[in-house]
DNA sequence: CTCCATGCAAATCGTTTGCATGAGC
DNA sequence: GCTCATGCAAACGATTTGCATGGAG
């Protein structure tokens, strides 16, 4: 049977092991959150949420972001020149290549850049707690 | 005869060929860039400017920052959690290992990882115009 | 002597916070 | 009902900018 790792986070149940409230903007934050295909701001899900509810805050959708944030269920992202972006967290770990010319985000992986960043780490005498490597490229002309 | 790349930038003669001035703020910010051995932010930056000249304002050292990256004579950082640090530019290509408990900055090279983001981007159809790689960690316990 | 660069203060941008009210449980 | 979460507006930190003056060429 499959290993039950890098599932999607069932946000509802984390809230409640934490003992927080499970409240409508959250739901619906979180919601979009689940949905997003893509790597919204903190605006942008502001944007999402009001066209659910004309009533909910920006300041509730940064603190979202920082609690979630903070259980490890969503990851921020400040790429360059811009406002921090996010993405639900739970699925394999990856890097970011970023179209410079339209912001979008392409996610890729490789195992041996990570092993060889390990390598570079421990003969520097350090553990890596945590690393970023972002490529920021443009669309190759296919000429 | 060794190949003339690579060099610390004179940023005197680099001002001149920009044609702009040579002011007397610009000289000691970037006498302090020339001799700094950290990555300084410009906060930073200006405390030292200070101790030399006390009238230079943080405003100028923000704008010489910033007409020097234009130029290609600094590099910007922005590591995690804190403002921009500055760096001369002219030594070989590196990335950072940052000491998340000291703030420390170390520089490495990889060409192989280098590579290897290359063969990355190829595969996803983009040219790499610029990266970052970012190692944050701490110190290995010598036990 | 002509502009460009400066210092200062105010503006900006993304994000956080204090406070009084309102909604989960 | 008792808190915690919210909306709002004000505060915040880093950086940029408008403006009048001063100094480089």
């Given at each position: 049977?499959?290993?039950?790792?890098?599932?999607?986070?069932?946000?509802?149940?984390m809230?409640?092991?934490?003992?927080?409230?499970?409240?409508?903007?959250?739901?619906?934050?979180?919601?979009?959150?689940?949905?997003?295909?893509d790597?919204?701001?903190?605006?942008?899900?502001?944007?999402?949420?009001?066209?659910?509810?004309?009533?909910?805050?920006?300041?509730?959708?940064?603190?979202?972001?920082?609690?979630?944030?903070?259980?490890?269920?969503?990851?921020?992202?400040?790429?360059?020149?811009?406002?921090?972006?996010?993405?639900?967290?739970?699925?394999?770990?990856?890097?970011?290549?970023?179209?410079?010319?339209?912001?979008?985000?392409?996610?890729?992986?490789?195992?041996?850049?990570?092993?060889?960043?390990?390598?570079?780490?421990?003969?520097?005498?350090?553990?890596?707690?945590?690393?970023?490597?972002?490529?920021?490229?443009?669309?190759?002309?296919?000429?």
């Amino acid at each position: 049977m499959a290993k039950a790792k890098n599932q999607k986070p069932d946000y509802e149940k984390m809230l409640r092991k934490a003992g927080v409230r499970i409240t409508r903007p959250r739901r619906i934050i979180l919601g979009i959150l689940s949905d997003a295909g893509d790597h919204p701001d903190a605006l942008e899900i502001f944007r999402r949420a009001v066209a659910v509810d004309g009533s909910i805050s920006l300041s509730t959708v940064y603190r979202t972001m920082k609690l979630m944030e903070g259980m490890g269920a969503i990851h921020r992202h400040a790429f360059e020149g811009g406002p921090s972006r996010f993405e639900q967290a739970g699925g394999d770990h990856h890097d970011h290549l970023i179209d410079i010319e339209s912001g979008d985000v392409i996610e890729f992986k490789s195992d041996r850049i990570e092993q060889l960043q390990d390598e570079i780490a421990k003969k520097l005498g350090y553990d890596i707690v945590h690393h970023r490597l972002e490529l920021y490229g443009r669309k190759r002309r296919t000429g």
